[in-house]
């Protein structure tokens, strides 16, 4: 039995969410451009929503120092049905650099490194992670282990550096720069970064799994510190079960991942990342040549949870996060096949644990931004339909009507047709500069919603953080930033107010004046982006240092916690409000525009329809049955529309019914 079911089962789960979502996305993208609803901007909104959909991925980090057997648990958990190891171990083939496996069918098996001459650059990790030319790419062979292993070696390898290319590399003094014997310059690893395409059924499925050599490279790599851990899935911080917990473990675990005194408290409000800590190596709390008796057993295990209930402590964190394996014992009974040694391992509760604990909450909020986005769209097509289908019936009873008095119906409907023409034309010609106004207020709105000045504002504060020295300065600077924030989505709340209130106005004249009906617009609320600051403004109180203990604590320190908890999650919410608000803006002209268009193109055809009654005896019969079967095709398009949009709802929107 392999032990990885649970697991297996989850990411299968995002494999189905991730194929079926994009399955949904491109039916609608078909139905719209059958039937002559698609245009540019649709098109595009499709193509984005399958690419975020393409890359939802599970991914997994493991931290840990050097020799607390990263890669083996990697290789048992994951790559284990290879029949060999995948990542290399040991001392001398120790992975010196981060490492990122996953696979991307669009790319042949390759290794991609990027060179330690990087650092040099004053550029963003995150821009030189996409600029491939920057990387040397390595491809290698799959069922070729020769050739894994010559790309694989190249992880390990390391460079000799002068003091000055340290320096200018950030390494001087980090321990990822070594002395070299001969007093000649220092030893540093010759890649900075490191990412595997390698096919395999568990990363295909959405697996992502980043290996680090060293509390040394999280130190190094301050970005991916910030940004990439926090925005992991799951967190594995590995211990060695015979050493214990060392300084540096606790260093991971407070500095690099605590970000609170206490992890209990944390933990009930961070749902969205598990974070376990594998006491590895239990193998080697047994004597040597024990002979494995009952008591013995007992005594072993007794050890064992005796090291959880430590740890447990000692990290701050629930005894169910802490859990013992064997990497060693476990790779044995998977390449052997020997059941009892695998169970000895507890690799199995070691995958249930990660599995059970890995978060929904990602594809909870891009499954509704998809399920949001295409709803509107479909709620316009079903419009149409519904005007095309009301359109169809009035043609219909005028068909009728002729029956009884064709000259009667002609006359009228040659004068509907015209003073309905001449308030068209009217409207159109006020269209323009409804149009204007409208570019107005898009801009007003946007330059509201910026991230841009969302991030400015985080900045500023960061430096009158820096800056505050007395005793509540710091409780100041973060009531002033709230209320700016607060203040910022008043003022979005406002500025919509005036948009509603005057398109309502000029829609409901114009489609009070043409006789097309009610106009409403569809509803914009920013309730959530307010409750959204409110929950940021309560983990911050709860995370920084109170207002009285400012002095007791470095303020550049605190500067950057603050930027840390608060600066992603506001800039998130500014983002998805000014994306928000632009495809709504869109919507608000598209609900004027669209029906005078489509009336438009209404009265052309009508008008078409009366000449041709004037001209020539019309067959009734005939055009009722081309009414009816216009009709059975609008019915058809209705009944294509309910299928997409409960497939939709189906798969976008069913975690979030599940949870």
């Known amino acids: 039995m392999q032990p990885r079911h649970a697991l297996t089962a989850r990411l299968a789960e995002l494999q189905s969410w991730r194929y079926g979502v994009t399955t ?9 451009r059958s039937h002559g609803y698609s245009d540019a901007d649709t098109e595009a909104i499709f193509d984005q929503l399958t690419d975020k959909a393409n890359t939802a991925r599970v991914k997994i980090i493991f931290v840990a120092e050097a020799g607390r057997g990263k890669s083996e648990l990697i290789n048992a958990l994951f790559f284990s049905d290879l029949g060999r190891r995948l990542l290399p171990s040991g001392a001398a083939q120790a992975t010196r650099c981060i490492t990122e496996v996953r696979f991307d069918r669009d790319e042949s098996p390759h290794l991609r490194v990027l060179p330690i ?17 920057e990387w040397q790419t390595i491809p290698f062979a799959t069922d070729d282990p020769e050739s894994i292993r010559a790309a694989f070696s190249l992880l390990a390898q390391t460079r000799r550096a002068t003091v000055a290319e340290s320096v200018a590399w950030g390494l001087r003094g980090n321990s990822l720069s070594k002395p070299k014997s001969d007093g000649n310059g220092t030893e540093v690893p010759k890649w900075r970064y490191a990412v595997v395409n390698f096919p395999h059924p568990i990363l295909d499925a959405g697996l992502v799994v980043v290996d680090t050599p060293g509390i040394s490279v999280l130190t190094a790599e ?104 064997s990497t060693a014992l476990a790779l044995q009974g998977l390449f052997t096949k020997e059941q009892e040694v695998l169970l000895r391992s507890r690799l199995i509760h070691l995958e249930r644990t990660l599995a059970d604990q890995l978060p929904a909450d990602r594809e909870v909020a891009l499954g509704t931004e998809i399920l949001n986005t295409l709803s509107s769209l479909l709620e316009s097509v079903q419009a ?5 289908r009301f359109d169809l019936l009035t043609g219909l009873n005028d068909l009728g009507q002729v029956r009884k008095k064709n000259q009667a119906i002609t006359q009228a409907l040659s004068r509907q047709t015209d003073n309905k023409r001449a308030s068209l034309d009217a409207a159109l010609d006020e269209l323009r500069t409804i149009k204007a106004i409208h570019s107005k207020l898009s801009n007003e709105l946007a330059e509201l919603t910026s991230p841009t000045t969302a ?88 995370e920084l240092p109170k207002g009285g203990n400012t002095l007791e604590h470095n303020a550049s320190a605190v500067a950057e916690q603050f930027e840390a908890l608060i600066a992603g999650r506001i800039v998130h919410l500014f983002e998805i409000a000014h994306r928000e608000s632009a495809a709504w803006m869109r919507g608000v002209l598209s609900a004027i525009e669209l029906p005078l268009n489509a009336l438009n193109k209404r009265l052309d055809e009508r008008a078409t329809r009366v000449a041709a009654i004037r001209s020539a005896e019309l067959d009734l019969a005939e055009k009722i049955a081309e009414i009816q079967a216009a009709m059975d095709v609008i019915k058809t398009k209705h009944a294509e529309l309910s299928m997409l949009r409960d497939g939709l709802e189906r798969f976008a929107g069913k975690r979030r019914k599940r949870d």
């Not at 949904?24 to 719209?32: C, K, W």
Request: hydrophobic fraction near 40%; glycine fraction near 4%.
């Open 222 to 325: 301050p970005e991916f510190s910030r940004e990439h851990i926090p925005a992991a899935d799951a967190v594995i911080v590995v211990l060695d079960a015979a050493e214990g917990i060392t300084k540096s473990d606790l260093a991971i675990w407070r500095e690099t991942l605590g970000r609170s005194r206490n992890f209990r408290e944390r933990k009930k409000n961070e749902l969205n990342q598990a974070r376990i800590i594998v006491v590895n190596k239990i193998d080697r709390l047994t004597s040597q040549g024990q002979v494995h008796t009952k008591e013995a057993d007992r005594l072993w295990r007794v050890e064992i949870d005796n090291r959880i209930r430590e740890v447990a402590d000692l990290m701050g964190t629930e005894s169910d996060s802490v859990v013992p394996v």
């Open 24 to 32: 949904q996305i491109a039916r609608i993208a078909d139905y719209t």
């Open 455 to 542: 991030k400015q504002d985080i900045a500023d504060t960061a430096m009158k953080i820096t800056a505050s020295l007395r005793p509540g300065d710091l409780h100041d600077v973060l009531s002033n930033y709230f209320a700016l924030c607060h203040q910022r989505i008043h003022a979005i709340n406002k500025k919509l107010d005036e948009i509603r209130t005057l398109f309502g106005n000029l829609g409901e004249h114009h489609f009070r004046k043409i006789g097309i009906g009610n106009f409403e617009l569809h509803p914009f609320g920013t309730n959530r982006f307010r409750l959204e600051i409110d929950k940021v403004e309560e983990v911050t109180a709860n």
């Open 384 to 388: 149409s339909l519904d005007q095309a």
């Open 117 to 133: 001459e990087s650092r040099e650059a004053p550029r963003r990790f995150a821009d030189l992670y996409a600029d491939r030319s």
